[in-house]
């Protein structure tokens, strides 16, 4: 019995470990993607998140589209702000404008068109 307790201990301390290694690695990879974004050398464009909107629905398509992007707080709106050239603004607009978006309180959401924070 007390070394089935041991082999569990030792278990959860392994576990708590390698959870620890991974969130901090994880932080590490979001502190350096913020610092690239927030740096005046990569083009970005921001777009402000509509009043009841989730950021994390239009992050999520923003990179899954292969863009890197977080969200920007330090304004007076909550924004998403993508990396991206010139050259990929519409093809960003139009993963923005294909989300499918409800409201916190579960109502429907459309976009009609995307404007970015700079235009």
């Known amino acids: 019995m007390g070394v089935v ?4 201990l030792v278990g959860v301390i392994v576990a708590t ?10 932080v590490a990879r979001q502190s350096r993607t913020e610092a690239r974004l927030l740096s005046p050398e990569t083009h970005t464009v921001g777009y402000v998140v509509p ?3 989730d950021p994390a629905v239009l992050m999520a398509a923003v990179t899954s589209a ?5 969200v ?4 007076r ?3 998403v702000l ?10 960003v607009r139009s993963v923005l404008e294909d989300v499918h978006r409800t409201g916190f309180d579960g109502a429907a959401m459309r976009v009609e068109h ?3 924070d700079d235009e």
Request: aromatic residues 8%; contains cysteine.
């Open 5 to 8: 307790l041991l082999m569990i």
């Open 17 to 26: 470990i390698l959870v620890n290694v991974g969130l901090r690695n994880w």
């Open 51 to 53: 009043e009841g909107q």
């Open 66 to 70: 292969g863009f890197e992007a977080i």
């Open 72 to 75: 920007d707080t330090s304004g």
């Open 77 to 79: 709106a909550e924004r």
């Open 82 to 91: 993508i990396a991206c050239d010139d050259s990929d603004r519409p093809r």
């Open 114 to 116: 995307v404007v970015f």
